[in-house]
């Protein structure tokens, strides 16, 4: 049997909170739109909440964040300290997320073991990231964590398994499984049904884990690639750094430390609640004349015939200009339309930006000094493939669903004394 990578944990959640006021979005939502922080706070008022055991980026210009992190650290040994937790002991659970749209996301909260994880490209390890990592956003992210007495997950890893072996089977008998919460998200978020998975289920689970790992293990390979990162995957690479930081004073008859490991929300690939976005990328400022000319040595230089591929809208205010190109893999299609990009802001100045969905997209690229790429949607059938032949996709290379559907903070674990 391989060695496992998804296992059980010791799960804290409130004893007596108001739900819907203890759990937040991600820190990393909306941050451009401090209004909906401010909502957040109305919302929250004195309550105890995993809103004071954060803080949200929309606040990183605005407030000192060695000052937010001194009062969340006292936060978190607060509610430690005064009984706020209990303690679900060698558990996983099972999550019914109810999104915005109305379809349900099936998920299990468990430990990631990081010794298994590698974010380093061309690493063969059994959990790798899809995005490129920039190393230069880890140091402070790191910093928190090395400090702080608990996690919370936003972190969401699939595995792939369209046979549906794995986590399928505890829908099926959810109403065995003892309920831990049920209520509804703030501000649009869904809903979220959390069960409780331990003692025999559990096992049973483990079993299922591992006999999905050898299914996809080839043979001679260093380790199967059996986990993607879909979300969080910066906060996992910090918690991978913090963890090699202190695994060499470790003692070896004290067991694992708390840290070796991460929660995470394992989701299927092949659930129908999981949809990919294309993530566009849009130039301002910038002088729009030389667009169609370099657009037309741009589709010039391609190296594959055009026709079979994926259409790319490529678009500014004198024009749109269609690309067809058949493109070895969908990771080397968005780095060369990235490249073109940087390229262009370097010779005719600008910024780019990042955009989601398709209309706000094709309305900037109309704008005065704005041009704009249309990238197609993503085929999630690609991204183990593309990973696998091509290694992980350039930064901001598509979504997980909308804003409001990300993980929210909720269930809280001991990382450090």
């Known amino acids: 049997m391989p060695r496992e990578v998804f296992l059980p944990g010791d799960i804290m959640l409130p004893r007596n909170a108001d739900m819907s006021k203890w759990s937040v979005i991600a820190c990393?939502?909306?941050?451009?739109?401090?209004?909906?922080w401010q909502k957040a706070e109305s919302t929250v008022g004195k309550s105890i909440s995993t809103l004071r055991l954060m803080l949200p980026e929309a606040y990183l210009e605005t407030r000192d964040p060695e000052e937010e992190i001194i009062k969340i650290n006292a936060n978190m040994k607060e509610y430690i300290g005064s009984g706020v937790f209990e303690t679900l002991s060698d558990s996983y659970i099972y999550i019914?997320?109810?999104?915005?749209?109305?379809?349900?996301?099936?998920?299990?909260?468990?430990?990631?073991d990081l010794e298994q994880y590698d974010f380093k490209p061309g690493a063969p390890a059994a959990v790798r990231p899809t995005e490129a990592t920039v190393e230069d956003r880890l140091p402070p992210r790191v910093k928190i964590r090395e400090r702080a007495a608990l996690e919370m997950p936003h972190i969401v890893i699939f595995i792939n398994d369209p046979c549906q072996r794995v986590i399928e089977p505890l829908a099926e008998m959810k109403d065995t499984l003892p309920e831990l919460y049920d209520?509804?998200?703030?501000?649009?978020?869904?809903?979220?049904?959390g069960r409780r998975v331990f003692g025999r289920d559990a096992l049973s689970l483990r079993e299922r884990l591992s006999e999905a790992e050898i299914a996809l293990s080839l043979p001679g390979a260093a380790a199967p690639f059996l986990y993607a990162v879909g979300d969080g995957n910066h906060s996992l690479a910090a918690a991978k750094l913090y963890y090699e930081s202190i695994k060499k004073s470790l003692g070896s008859d004290d067991g694992p430390h708390p840290a070796r490991y991460c929660l995470a929300e394992l989701v299927n690939l092949h659930d129908d609640s999981v949809e990919?976005?294309?993530?566009?990328?849009?130039?301002?400022?910038?002088?729009?004349?030389?667009?169609?000319?370099?657009?037309?040595?741009?589709?010039?230089?391609?190296?594959?015939?055009?026709g079979d591929g994926p259409e790319i809208r490529m678009i500014s205010a004198s024009g749109s200009v269609p690309i067809c190109a058949n493109w070895p893999s969908s990771g080397e299609m968005i780095a060369a339309i990235q490249k073109f990009c940087d390229d262009y802001v370097s010779k005719h100045g600008g910024k780019i930006d990042f955009i989601h969905g398709d209309a706000a997209a094709l309305d900037m690229a109309k704008r005065p000094g704005c041009a704009a790429v249309i990238l197609p949607k993503p085929e999630k059938s690609e991204l183990y493939p593309s990973i696998a032949k091509s290694g992980v996709f350039p930064k901001k290379s598509f979504s997980i669903g909308h804003a409001e559907d990300k993980r929210y903070y909720l269930e809280c674990r001991r990382i450090n004394e």
């Open 28 to 36: 990393d939502q909306f941050s451009s739109q401090p209004e909906y």
């Open 96 to 112: 019914e997320r109810r999104l915005s749209g109305g379809k349900v996301r099936k998920g299990i909260l468990g430990l990631l």
């Open 183 to 193: 209520f509804e998200l703030m501000q649009g978020g869904g809903g979220i049904t």
């Open 276 to 306: 990919f976005e294309a993530i566009h990328r849009v130039m301002f400022n910038t002088d729009t004349a030389a667009f169609p000319e370099e657009v037309s040595k741009f589709t010039q230089d391609l190296k594959k015939a055009a």
